[in-house]
């Protein structure tokens, strides 16, 4: 696993992961830096998501996330931990209007942005990019359950699945987008009765996001589970405070640049003159 040993994780490491019934986390990312060290925790795969809109640029809704942004912050993900597998997220119209314009900015996220994947809030009516990314040697996580690219259209974000009916066309979108070459899958909000039919009726590693224990990986936003953002979704509850290390950490530095307490200065003149004039 990344951080713990030479090999990089790959698609194949996930596959064997799900096949031998070993769960994996995942987490966010969205800089090198937070990146080396979710690799050095030993965490196998990170996902650039589309909540940079939130997380990194402060506004209000993933939709927000602009294509070249999340193409950038994917290779500096990727170059902060080379060994893991990265997953770009593909934002708000960079794939829903058209399917060569799709495919394309797919390829982009694996050669720009070199990710291992790309993950695409999908449902069954998009089975035909999926094979056409497929047939382009493009690695696809399908995202399904609740879209947040569609909270517009929904009228906020909710959970999905909680009807008999609505539950069946979750597993059927599953199987379908599955049959259509999907490498993986990422179930968000759902009861935990859905998710349990998605990886009993699927044969690739299923990812949950508030989906219940089924899930062969579970994900979560870095920055709701060490307690940086002021509200968190019921599933990543803080379980660190590195709010409070941080504002500390400020605080000490404040004081220190007021008192003028910074230790003994670094840099002495070259020659012996202790004047600059």
Same mark, same amino acid.
């Given at each position: ?24 986390? &995942? ?46 912050? +994917? ?21 829903? &209007? ?26 069954? +009516? ?128 404040? +004081? ?22």
């Amino acid at each position: 696993m990344a951080g713990n040993d030479a090999t990089p994780v790959t698609l194949r490491t996930l596959q064997r992961f799900a096949a031998r019934s070993e769960r994996f986390a &995942c987490l966010t990312a969205y800089d090198a830096t937070t990146a080396r060290h979710l690799e050095r925790a030993g965490i196998p795969l990170l996902l650039v998501g589309d909540t940079a809109a939130e997380m990194v640029l402060g506004l209000t809704g993933t939709i927000h996330a602009p294509l070249e942004l999340l193409l950038m912050l +994917t290779a500096a993900v990727k170059r902060g931990a080379p060994k893991t597998f990265v997953m770009g997220d593909m934002p708000f119209m960079s794939y829903q &209007c058209d399917e060569a314009e799709g495919i394309r900015n797919a390829g982009r996220f694996l050669t720009e942005g070199t990710a291992d994947a790309v993950k695409l809030e999908v449902d069954g +009516t998009f089975t035909g990019l999926i094979s056409q990314m497929n047939r382009a040697g493009i690695p696809v996580c399908a995202h399904v359950g609740s879209r947040p690219q569609r909270a517009k259209h929904d009228g906020g974000y909710r959970a999905a699945g909680r009807t008999k009916a609505e539950a069946a066309r979750i597993v059927e979108d599953a199987m379908r987008l599955e049959d259509a070459g999907a490498c993986l899958l990422l179930v968000e909000a759902t009861p935990a009765e859905v998710s349990e039919e998605i990886v009993r009726r699927t044969s690739v590693p299923v990812i949950g996001c508030g989906a219940g224990p089924a899930c062969h990986g579970q994900i979560v936003v870095t920055q709701d589970i060490f307690g940086l953002t002021d509200w968190q979704p019921s599933f990543a509850k803080p379980i660190a405070d590195i709010a409070s290390a941080v504002q500390a950490a400020a605080l000490r530095w404040k +004081t220190m640049v007021a008192a003028a307490e910074l230790g003994e200065h670094p840099y002495s003149m070259l020659d012996e003159s202790s004047s600059v004039s």
